[in-house]
């Protein structure tokens, strides 16, 4: 078979993927093209120099292993950086419809001028009456880069907003969707990038809205009978950015009107950042074409930031708000607290206000007791149904396999653990236990328990049991 540039290109691939996880491959490989092979050398196109920046970063080790296998130990790799900046010369995949035909065409999809006829702006923003043509960019200037510290759970989104920022509308990453969990992030990082890209290009229309804020807007607009006027006003914005777009699920015709301003704006080589808390595939009731505009650009994922992340976060915070507060402590709240961002900030800040306002010194027992209600209070409550598709799965069963009547044993323990736990972690009565797990009485529950206690105490396997569970059940 002829050795091509393709063909040792796909065997870098293949090899590649199975080495890398599959959102990254997705990231940073599936984009690039083979361009070139001469001797020992492959070139290989990549859509941007930020692009580049980041392969040699993160995956120069993977790419050379991978190439020599092909090439040999020799091997070289060239980088092909293509022209940067396309977007602006895309020829429009959509039709504009001349005005003479508009009358026949019923359809309000198609009858949205691509450019703004009417010289006077009508600003969402501005309460009627009050002329300001200038578009505010609504950014918190606390919320910047410098303040949002890196890690690994964020890098990759951070690092493309900084790309985004370096070159608005001019980098592969259009849009930018950044995802992640609740207090993760995502606004922080959706500002920072606004606030950098106002400082490097001032003239640059930016504005930073939330989807729930735009969603009313947009009915206003209908109501006053000025939907075109909304609309042309987010056709001249440079960089348009849109948290949360969560919200727009179920809200078709907030997502139509999106839709057409989305593809002018990316048609323009304008910018689009947004945010949600789900990834593109797992967003319900959001129409399968904006889905898929949402998957053109980068779809970057904000995580829960591991311990060391958590503490620079806590210092920096402490720092900026001129607080001392000693090393231990941090840490002590950095490794209680870990699911997100907004709540480790929180209990730092109630420990700084419960020191302060009844002059105690801030000790490891005042930060275990501020811990310890931030833990309880956002645990959540586990449910009974919960609890039995837990126990069921850790004994290989099914739910109603454990709610059966049978008598053998190993059946009737696993049930008997469900309604231990189902007493310990709900606030359920016996009763309710009872009728929720197999339609027992309360008796029987009350019984259930009681054995699980004796058990625990006298049976080592037993025992194992009930701590396996305890840890599957406690989040
Ligand atoms: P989300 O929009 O994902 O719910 P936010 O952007 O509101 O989260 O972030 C919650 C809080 O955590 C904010 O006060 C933000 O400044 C902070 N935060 C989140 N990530 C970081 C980070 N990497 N560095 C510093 N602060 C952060
Ligand atoms: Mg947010």
Known sequence: MEVT?????????????????????????EPITAVKLTDNALSIQVPSKFFYEWLEEHYVKILKVALNKELGERAKLVYVIKMENTYGNKQPFTERIPSSNRGAVKSQNVDIPLKNKNPELKNPFVIPGIRNVKIESQLNPNYSFDNFLEGDSNRLARNAGLAVANKPGGTSF????????????????AHAIGID????YPEKTVLYISAEKFT???IDSVKKNNRNDFIHFYQIIDVLIIDDVQFLSGKSGTQDVFFHIFNHLHQNGKQVILTSDKAPVDMQDIEQRLLSRFKWGLSAELQSPDFETRVSILKNKLYRDGVEMPDDIIEYVAKHIKINVRELEGAIISLIAQSSFNKKEITISLAKEIVEKFV??????????Y???????YFQMDVSTLQSKTRKRHIVQARQLAMFFAKKFTKASLASIGSQIGKRDHATVLH?????DNLSSTDKQFRKYVEDISKKLAL
């Open 174 to 189: 259009n849009p930018l969707l950044i995802f992640g969990g609740v207090g993760l992030g995502k606004t922080h990082l």
């Open 448 to 452: 259930a328990c009681k054995t699980v």
């Open 5 to 29: 540039a393709q063909s040792v290109w796909n065997n870098c691939l293949s090899f590649i993927k199975d080495n890398i996880q599959p959102q990254a491959y997705k990231t940073w490989f």
């Open 376 to 385: 309880k209070n956002t645990k959540r409550e586990v449910s009974i149904d």
């Open 387 to 393: 609890i039995q598709k837990v126990v069921s799965d």
């Open 197 to 200: 890209i106002k400082d490097k």
């Open 216 to 218: 009313q807007q947009y």
